[in-house]
């Protein structure tokens, strides 16, 4: 079953599609479709340069950076090296960042009422 979500981020923020996974817990489509995934990556890094950091304005510390719990668990990874890069919908590293990056991050509260601020 697809659902969309709808949240408080910055104006023009694209909403993300949302699906539910095995366990019934809805997730962005990228963390669930590793091709899908991949083309929003490979999107990100010719439109955007993502890839490695040359500074200290990393994906880790940007306020675009999805790392709540959900998020982790819709990515099925726990190890703090990657999270949801909110605005350009794909999973990505904690070391990598893009001409995008934006400060105050990352997002690690499921209320969007405690990291809205933080966009």
Do not use: R
């Amino acid at each position: 079953m697809t659902t969309i979500m709808i949240s408080i981020l910055p104006e023009g923020m694209p909403v993300d599609k949302m699906e539910d996974d095995d366990d019934g817990k809805s997730c962005p489509l990228p963390t669930q479709d590793a091709d899908m995934n991949m083309e929003n990556m490979d999107m990100a890094e010719y439109e955007y340069n993502y890839g490695d950091a040359i500074s200290d304005e990393t994906c880790g510390v940007c306020g675009m950076y999805n790392q709540t719990e959900d998020m982790l668990d819709c990515i099925g990874d726990d190890s703090g090296d990657v999270g949801y890069c909110q605005l350009h919908k794909f999973v990505c590293s904690t070391e990598s960042t893009c001409s995008e990056w934006v400060e105050g991050g990352p997002i690690t509260s499921d209320l969007q009422e405690e990291y809205k601020d933080n966009l």
